[in-house]
Structure formats: structure tokens, C-alpha cells
């Protein structure tokens, strides 16, 4: 069994850049989510995607989308990316049962300068 | 809203001490709880989990016990371990929601 997988493992961008993270989900998962985790903070949710499609959004702006293609990968996409955008983001994926759990990949370390 | 409020850290205590981190989490319903642990960058690994009132939860040695009546899903360990040392996340998932709320994380350093 496969599990999550992120790429890249880290990134820098300038204020400004887009960016685009991608997840591919645990083998026989079909939900995918991605959070972000601040400096010494927890992650908070950004959105999901289930069956290619946005299933929830945290309170984050337009700027940051996301895809979610057939074979369930996702990818995360930040356009005018600020200094605030610097953090650890988390991929996650769950099937789709009540009270699923969800396993993380290990992250995409983005610094914004 | 739901919300997750984790005791602050950092806490450090010597080898084969016993381990408390308090959780107490906001939610209407029935929410599943969780521990996460993050070590040194990495992702989050899924520690144990409790998906009603009064199961207990638990994993290598680590134990949490779902108290609805206390709103609460504190962790322990009877005898701590230097390869312990990590962030540990209290997390709830709603039962209505697909969103996971994580509390802000306890830095634990065990030291020999």
C-alpha cells in the first residue's frame, strides 16, 4: 500500500509568483485535503476534493484553488503569493465514510521572500 | 464553532516519565477525536483516534480515553521514551463535517 505522497519537499518563491503543489492520494483513497501549518501552530483546513470536485473550504481567499483529477491526485494551486503564504503545507487524503480518518503526506515546505 | 483547545508547551521530562497532554475540544454532536505526532520535519502521523463517547484510544503505549460528560481527550504514557520526543496534535472531525480542527500542537522533549 502506497502511502501520501507530496512533491515538491520545498519550494521559494518572491511576493508575487504562482505556485502549484502537488498530492497523490493513498492508494484506494478517493477525498483529498490540504491544510496549512504555520510556524509552530497546527494546520488549518484549506478545502477538499472529492470525486474532482471542491467538498469544503476553510477561510482562505480565492487566490489559493485546487484540482483533483481521475485517478484522485490533487494539486494546490497559490496565485499572488504574499509573505504570509510562508508555511508547511499538508496533503491529506481519507476515503469516505463517517468519522474517516486521514492520513497526511509529509508536506511542501514553501518560503515566500 | 468546533474548536480544539491543547495544553502549551513546550514540555520536557526525563526518560520513562509519566506523560500527560490535556485536550478539550468544542463541538455540537458527536465528533471523532484524535492525536497526531509530528517529528522533526515531517508530516503528521496518525497516533490513535476515538469515534464515541468513552473509547479509549490507544497506541504504542500511548493511550486517550473520549470523555464527553469533560469535553476532553487528553493523552498519556505511563513511561516516556527519548524517541517520544516530537509535536503531538489534538484534532476533532465533526460528524456532520469533513474538515479536521487541530489544536495548536505540545512540543515534547524527553531527555535521557
Known amino acids: 500500500e502506497t502511502g501520501v505522497t507530496q512533491s515538491p519537499t520545498h519550494l521559494i518563491k518572491t511576493r508575487g509568483q504562482q505556485v502549484t503543489l502537488r498530492c497523490s492520494s493513498q492508494s484506494g483513497h478517493n477525498t483529498v485535503s490540504w491544510y496549512q501549518q504555520a510556524l509552530g501552530q497546527g494546520p488549518q483546513f484549506i478545502f477538499q476534493y472529492y470525486r474532482e470536485e471542491e467538498n469544503g473550504r476553510g477561510n482562505f481567499p480565492p487566490r489559493f484553488s485546487g484540482l483533483q483529477f481521475p485517478n484522485y491526485s490533487s494539486e494546490l494551486n497559490v496565485n499572488a503569493l504574499e509573505l504570509d503564504d510562508s508555511a508547511l503545507y499538508l496533503c491529506?487524503?481519507?476515503?469516505?465514510?463517517?468519522?474517516?480518518?486521514?492520513?497526511f503526506g509529509p508536506g511542501t515546505r514553501l518560503l515566500v521572500l | 464553532g468546533d474548536s480544539v483547545t491543547q495544553m502549551e508547551g513546550p514540555v520536557t521530562l526525563s526518560e520513562e516519565a509519566f506523560l500527560t497532554i490535556n485536550c478539550t475540544y468544542t463541538?455540537?454532536?458527536?465528533?471523532?477525536l484524535f492525536w497526531y505526532v509530528q517529528y522533526p520535519g515531517e508530516g503528521l502521523q496518525l497516533l490513535l483516534k476515538?469515534?464515541?463517547?468513552?473509547d479509549k484510544g490507544s497506541n504504542k503505549g500511548f493511550e486517550a480515553t473520549y470523555r464527553k460528560e469533560t469535553t476532553s481527550f487528553h493523552l498519556e504514557k505511563g513511561s516516556v521514551q527519548v524517541s517520544d520526543s516530537a509535536v503531538y496534535f489534538c484534532a476533532l472531525l465533526p460528524n456532520t463535517g469533513n474538515q479536521f480542527y487541530f489544536g495548536t500542537g505540545t512540543s515534547l522533549t524527553v531527555i535521557p
Open positions: 491529506a487524503s481519507s476515503g469516505t465514510g463517517l468519522g474517516e480518518t486521514q492520513y
Open positions: 476515538a469515534t464515541k463517547a468513552d
Open positions: 463541538a455540537t454532536g458527536y465528533p471523532s
